[in-house]
């Protein structure tokens, strides 16, 4: 039986789901959060990854870093609960690698 048109909406969500175009605006908006959180200073140096069971994992460019960032651990959960509020990020993961 033929089933009417569908509505663009429902179209254009299937081809972004399929495409993978949600991926990509979630990753520019972690970026984006996570330069702010650090703040431009140490930006450059780190690179956030995915959340995993509510923890982000931030790739830092030495073991130093990871260290001062770990001192702001606490400010930089606050940050994030305010630029990223539904991702629900409740801990920080660093790691020692390449950054960009």
């Not at 703040?39 to 830092?60: I, N």
Request: cysteine-free.
């Amino acid at each position: 039986m033929a089933k009417g048109p569908e509505p663009i909406g429902d179209i254009l969500a299937q081809l972004m789901a399929r495409r993978g175009f949600a991926r990509v605006r979630s990753a520019e908006a972690f970026d984006s959060a996570w330069q702010q959180a650090v703040g431009e200073m140490l930006a450059p140096f780190t690179r956030p990854g995915g959340v995993r069971r509510g923890k982000l994992e931030v790739t830092v460019a030495n073991s130093t870093l990871v260290q001062e960032l770990s001192f702001q651990k606490a400010h930089l959960l606050q940050s994030l609960a305010k630029l990223l509020p539904d991702e629900k990020i409740e801990d920080l993961r660093f790691r020692v690698g390449p950054v960009r």
